[in-house]
C-alpha cells in the first residue's frame, strides 16, 4: 500500500514543473524575497517615521527660536510698553475722539489768539486702511498767520492726531477768517492677539521716530473727579 | 561505507541547484543581519530623537509658560504697533499747510494775499499786487521753493485802482 503511494507521488512530480531541484531552491528563495519585501516595508515605515519626526524637530527649533527672541524682546520692552500704549492711544484714540479734540481746540486756539466760531461735528467716515476719521468743521478767526499756525498746530502738535482737510481763508487787512475743515482720526481696539508662535519684531527706527513724535504731542488734559469723601452729618434737631 | 540513497534520482537535486541554494541561504542569513543591524541602528536614532523632541517640547513649554506672565507687556506692545500703522498713514501724506506757511513768509511785502485755499488736492492763492515785479518775485518764490509740482494761473486781471488780481492754483 505503502510503495504504491510512494509510486503515486512520484508520478505526480515527475508530470509538474516542481522537480527536485526546484523545490530544494524554493524554500530559501521564498525567505528571500520575503526578507526583501520586508527590507523594503521596514526601510520605508522607518525613514518617512524618522523623517516626521525630523521636521517635528525642526519645527519646534524654529518655535523655541521665536519664543526665545519674544520672550527677550518682551521683558526688554517691560518697563517701557505702558508709556508707549498711553501716548500711542491718546494720539490714535480707540472711539469718537469728538470731545477730546474739542478741548485741545479751545486750548490752543487761546494760545494762538484765534476765536472759534460754528463748530460742527459730521459723520464718521472708514478710510481703506480701517483708520476711521471724523470730518469737523468750523471757522477760525485772527492775524493772518495766527491762524495760519493754529491751523498748522493742530495738524502736528496735538493728540488725537488730525489733518486739516479743507481750509478756505480769506484775508482783509491783515485779519483772517479761514472756513476750516478737520479730519480727526480714531481706529478700534485690535481684538485679539496674534498667535503666541507667531514672531515679533521690535519697533523699527521710523517706528521710534514717530514714538518720539507722539511723545511729544500736548495730551488732552484729563479731569478726574474725586468721589466726595463723606462728613458728619449734623443732627439739624440737635441743639 | 558510503550513504545508502534510495531514493530515485528524480527526487535528488542537481549539484547547481544545491549550490544555488546554499548561496540563497548564505545571502539571506547575511542579509537578516544587516537588516537586523540596520532596525536596530534606525531604532536607535529614532529614539535619540525622540528625546531631542521631548528635549525642545520641554523647553518650549517652559518658554511659552515665562510668554503667558508676560501677556500684559505683549498686550500692550501690540497695541503699540497697531497704533504706530495707523498713526504712520495718517502722516504719510503731505502738509499743504507747511507749504503755504513756508512760501508766504517769502512774498514781498506789498503783495496782499486775500483767498488760501488749502485742500489735499493742493493750494489755491488770490493775491493782489500793486505793479507786475512783485508778481514775478512771488512766482520766483514758488519756483525756488520746489515744493510744488505744477503752478497753474488760473485767473490775472488789472484795476488801476488796487493793481494786479492773480489767482494761482500750485499742486
Known sequence: ?239 | MPPINLLPTELVPKKGAIKTSNLIKQVTTVGFTVLSIIIMGIIGYFVYLNSQFSSLERVNNQLVTEIEALEGTEQQFFLTKNRLKGIKEVYSADSQLDKILQIKSSFPPEVQVSETEVSSEGIGLVFFSPNASSISKVLETIYQSELFDGVLLKSFGFNPVSGYTVTLLMS
Not at chain 1, 487787512?173 to 478737520?182: I, K, L, P, Q, Y
Request: charged share 20%; aromatic share 8%.
Open chain 1, 1 to 239: 500500500m505503502a510503495s504504491k503511494k510512494l509510486n503515486l507521488n512520484i508520478e505526480f512530480k515527475k508530470g509538474s514543473f516542481r522537480t527536485a531541484s526546484f523545490e530544494y531552491i524554493f524554500k530559501p528563495l521564498a525567505i528571500l524575497v520575503t526578507m526583501l519585501i520586508l527590507v523594503i516595508v521596514v526601510l520605508n515605515i522607518a525613514f518617512s517615521r524618522v523623517n516626521a519626526q525630523k521636521e517635528n524637530i525642526a519645527k519646534e527649533e524654529k518655535n523655541q527660536e521665536i519664543l526665545l527672541n519674544k520672550r527677550d524682546l518682551l521683558t526688554a520692552l517691560k518697563s517701557e510698553s505702558l508709556s508707549y500704549a498711553d501716548f500711542t492711544t491718546t494720539a490714535l484714540p480707540n472711539g469718537n475722539p469728538a470731545l477730546i479734540f474739542l478741548s485741545q481746540l479751545k486750548s490752543v486756539s487761546e494760545e494762538h489768539s484765534v476765536t472759534i466760531q460754528n463748530l460742527t461735528a459730521g459723520a464718521e467716515t472708514s478710510n481703506k486702511t480701517g483708520v476711521q476719521l471724523l470730518d469737523m468743521s468750523f471757522d477760525v478767526e485772527g492775524q493772518v498767520l495766527d491762524v495760519l499756525r493754529f491751523l498748522k498746530t493742530l495738524e502736528t502738535e496735538i493728540a488725537p492726531i488730525a489733518t486739516v482737510s479743507n481750509a478756505r481763508v480769506t484775508e482783509l487787512a491783515g485779519a483772517a477768517r479761514a472756513e476750516t475743515s478737520v479730519f480727526v482720526y480714531f481706529s478700534e481696539f485690535p481684538t485679539k492677539l496674534s498667535a503666541l508662535t507667531e514672531p515679533i519684531t521690535e519697533f523699527t527706527n521710523e517706528e521710534v521716530d514717530l514714538l518720539n513724535t507722539l511723545t511729544n504731542l500736548r495730551q488732552p488734559a484729563f479731569l478726574e473727579l474725586e468721589p466726595k469723601v463723606e462728613g458728619i452729618r449734623i443732627n439739624p434737631f440737635e441743639y
